[in-house]
């Protein structure tokens, strides 16, 4: 069974940055790339950025291309998403997500809803307010 555990999320002020983590076994993040996504109140989850299982190649949806970064650490099993210069309209609540990476890659790219995703953490919300 594959579990994720999000961690990181908070309150922070426009302009700001955060930086969430993602903790999963070895094992899932050796079969499978791990993606984020987030939900704010009344819109779709969208995907926003994914990484390989195999490589460091990541992939990021344009609403967040060079503001956000996905990266790994294989040491402790954790993808990061450091997000910075942070917007109100940021605020979400944030999830990582563990499939294939054209599954992942469908929702991060094309913008796909991510119906057919196989594995979910439970969230971390993240608020960005003065």
């Excluded at 969208?46 to 996905?70: M, P, Q, W």
């Excluded at 294939?100 to 307010?129: E, H, K, M, N, Y």
Aim: some cysteine; hydrophobic content about 35%; overall charge neutral.
């Amino acid at each position: 069974q594959v579990q994720l555990v999000e961690s990181g999320g908070g309150l922070v002020q426009p302009g700001g940055s955060l930086r969430l983590s993602c903790t999963a076994s070895r094992s899932t993040l050796d079969k499978n790339a791990i993606g984020w996504f987030r939900q704010a109140p009344g819109k779709a989850r969208e995907g926003l950025a994914c990484i390989s299982s195999t490589t460091a190649h990541s992939d990021y949806a344009d609403s967040v291309k060079g503001r956000f970064t996905i990266s790994k650490d294989e040491t402790t099993n954790t993808v990061f998403l450091q997000m910075n210069s942070l917007t109100p309209e940021d605020t979400a609540i944030y999830y990582c997500a563990a499939d294939l990476l054209p599954f992942l890659q469908a929702a991060v790219i094309a913008g796909l809803p991510p119906r057919d995703i196989a594995s979910w953490g439970q969230g971390t919300q993240v608020t960005v307010s003065s």
